[in-house]
């Protein structure tokens, strides 16, 4: 089956910082998300993006779907973007996630 | 709008109880609703996919006849873990969409301790 890497694996920031958060799949994809899963377990929604760039305030995200791979970037973090970020990607019917990357912005 | 709630939130039952989790759409129609699993640190595992109407589809390795899922209409699925064990505790997690390959949102899980 389709396989999906996510690097780092962990990320530790100073308030202010920017980043870059990497998504790896290893075949064609029909969808691809992005989520930020809170500390009560909530997944929220951050991008639907099988490809192109498209942006929400701080953060954006960009899929080159011929080369596999697909991009978050935060910018200018703050404490509460901390959490763990799942890249997931649809390629029958349903999503399959990466490992995810946990990132810890501190104050 | 595409907001998806979960019932109960956390539960916590003794070992061979079985427990039933709602899974709602509630400000769309959900032609496909999944099920997820999530151990501690660890990544989302599917579970099972439904289709309104249909016979669940499980993942290789899940136990139909433990984990019974029923789609009932466009905006409810539920999930019954039947003479549930301690190694069932877990996170329980159910997501929804209008189509496949179309986006998925979730729900805020259910956090499942077996005694």
Not at chain 2, 81 to 105: G, K, L, M, N, W
Request: glycine fraction near 6%; aromatic fraction near 10%.
């Amino acid at each position: 089956g389709i396989q999906v890497e996510q690097s780092p694996p962990d990320l530790i920031l100073q308030e202010g910082a920017n980043s870059t958060l990497r998504c790896n799949f290893s075949d064609s994809v029909n969808n691809l998300q992005w989520f930020h899963q809170n500390p009560w377990g909530q997944l929220i929604n951050l991008f639907y993006i099988p490809s192109g760039t498209k942006q929400n305030g701080r953060l954006s995200a960009t899929t080159v779907a011929t080369e596999r791979y697909s991009l978050l970037y935060i910018s200018s973090s703050q404490t509460t973007d901390s959490g763990v970020y799942f890249c997931a990607v649809e390629a029958g019917t349903a999503l399959i996630f990466g490992k995810g990357t946990t990132l810890s912005v501190s104050s | 709008g595409a907001v998806v709630s979960q019932h109960p939130s956390r539960v916590i039952c003794k070992s061979g109880t079985s427990v039933k989790i709602e899974c709602r759409s509630l400000d769309f129609q959900a032609t496909t609703m999944f099920w997820y699993r999530q151990f501690p640190k660890q990544s989302l595992m599917l579970m099972a996919t439904s289709n309104e109407g249909s016979k669940a589809t499980y993942e290789q390795g899940v136990e139909k006849d433990k984990f019974l899922i029923n789609h009932a209409s466009l905006t409810l699925s539920t999930l019954t873990v039947t003479s549930a064990h301690p190694e069932d505790s877990s996170f329980y997690i159910c997501s929804a969409s209008r189509a496949t390959a179309y986006e998925q949102f979730f729900g805020p899980g259910t956090r499942l301790t077996v005694l």
